[in-house]
């Protein structure tokens, strides 16, 4: 799942497997349309990389602005979005090892529209986290443990976790 046209671009120019489908919405707690922040700017860290497009989300940014001055967010468009739960039931996927969300902040509105899926069909979920709310609504570390009480956290990877969903088989 992604909305940022130069992300998409990018997998476009790099992806070639059939096995591979890319899904041009982003993910959340309604089916409809969203505005969406999007981030540019160079990272002084990563010159070579170009147009930051790597913290562009559906939830505004908050402390994002402070940590990170050189990563502007001047654009705000509409883009398409799903819950996960209602693209999973179309599409008639099964179980599902591994869930691995990188959402920017929106981590509340993706677990919102994916109960279903992810308490009855998902192995693993591995997601990030912030301390800081980094963008408005960002979930720390026991706000999304709260969220997915059938989950048990396996690891903390900097500002990432790991959880196991103790209900579905392994």
Known sequence: ??????????????????RCL???KAVGNYDGFSSFYVCSGTNPGLPHYGDWDQSSSIKKPKTHLQRHGWCLFNETRTVPITKLDSWIETHGIGLIDLI?????GAEKE?????R?????KTKYFYTEYSDTETYEGALNIQQTQALLPAFELVGVFENNILLKNKSVPI
């Open 1 to 18: 799942f992604e909305v940022d046209q130069r992300a998409i671009k990018k997998f476009k120019e790099s992806i070639q497997d059939e």
């Open 22 to 24: 890319l899904v041009e």
């Open 100 to 104: 691995w969300a990188d959402v920017q």
């Open 110 to 114: 993706l677990i919102e529209g994916a």
């Open 116 to 120: 279903g899926t992810l308490n009855n």
